[in-house]
């Protein structure tokens, strides 16, 4: 399988909608508002499958998934994931077809969570820490401070309850995790970069991926239908099915430099403070 795996807010769903656009040529912004889980129309077919899906993790257990403590999915993991790996060769045979993760690559009570046996390749967006603070903050519905705080807190998991687990770590952890992979094929990919060069950036990563028929004019034609400012007119008339019930709109932004409006100087130093060497291993430049 091949995934697309970030930090939240990071380029995820984006990487994933264009690679859609250029699976399936004659798709449209509007059908990017239409997918879930459970339907299966061309569109899902290609970018709802993930290891946040609790069906793979369900079929593969006893129990229901509110009463499975994190090391006892982590144990459940490889199962599930080769289930979501047949499943995601049956269902189409569009490529390139990414699963979403937000885990960074760890382990959990030393169960490691990313194996090579059913894992082939791994595009891993970064996105300046400042910026994903501000975003998290909103898709989480929480406060800038708490959003800081958590984005430094080791072993920090989103999810439980009804929902699987994610373990993020720290930002610089879960970064610093992806970039030293060693069994595992990773492109890591800037957002800034995408967004200031998406053509040039995309191509990079179809080409990681064997996309088949690569042209830079399909990569073209795939960002133009995925354009921020497309997708966010879209999501006003039709909600995006990844939105939280915090987020006044999925598609928030998209900015590079929107924190150095919204987040305070106290937390902007917080943050470099916590994250300095990652970031300056980025370029991410200090205020």
Known sequence: MQFVASYPKSGNTWIRLVSAAYALQDV???????FTEDDETRVSNVIRFGDGTKYYYQAVSPYPIRALNFSAQA???????????????????QRPILAKSHHLNGNVDDINLWNPAWTDRVVNPVRDPREVCCSFADHMGNSLEKAAEQMNEEKFTIGGGENLFHLLGTWSQHIKGWLSAKEIPVHTVRYEDMKANPVGEFY?????????????????????KTRFERLQKVESEHEFPESTEHQDSFFRSGKTDGWKGELPLR?????????????NALGYKYL
Request: charged share 35%; proline share 3%.
């Open 28 to 34: 449209t912004a509007a059908d990017f508002m239409n």
């Open 75 to 93: 144990r459940l993991r490889p199962a599930a994931m080769l289930l979501l790996e047949r499943e995601m060769a049956e269902t189409t045979t």
């Open 204 to 224: 990079k990563i179809f080409d990681f991926l064997e996309a088949p028929n690569l042209t830079v004019e399909r990569v073209e034609a795939a960002v133009e």
């Open 267 to 279: 937390l902007v130093r917080k943050i470099e403070k916590d994250h300095g060497d990652m970031m």
